[in-house]
Nanobody, 122 residues
């Protein structure tokens, strides 16, 4: 499975962005997909995840109610809609996938995209 993350950019606080994670490989459709982020000088942290069926979603507490993860099986793509962005959301965002049920833990994922930079100005 190969992942391509895109959609990052510069946005003012309160604005919105939609990140995309496009995948190659049929196995993607039966894997959970997670989004993680890493700010300068900080460790990579969990942001959101969606299970293989799309029936379950998980969010880090600070993004709950502002971010929405979804997946489009026809396009083999997972999206992260980010609304009400804050300067503290600034980071490189990575998508990852793999046959895991422990979706909040980065070490559980086998495949990673290259990352897309999100910068939120105050």
């Amino acid at each position: 499975v190969q992942l391509q993350a895109s959609g990052g950019g510069l946005v003012q606080a309160g604005g919105s962005l939609r990140l995309s994670c496009a995948a190659s490989g049929r196995a993607f459709g039966v894997y959970a997909v997670g989004w993680f982020r890493q700010a300068p000088g900080k460790e990579r942290e969990f942001v959101a995840a969606i299970n293989w069926s799309g029936g379950w979603t998980y969010y880090e507490e600070s993004v709950e109610g502002r971010f929405t993860i979804s997946r489009d099986y026809a396009k083999n793509t997972v999206y992260l809609q980010m609304n009400s962005l804050k300067p503290e959301d600034t980071a490189v965002y990575y998508c990852a996938t793999g046959p895991t049920l422990r979706v909040r833990h980065s070490y559980e994922y086998d495949y990673w995209g290259q990352g897309t930079l999100v910068t939120v100005s105050s």
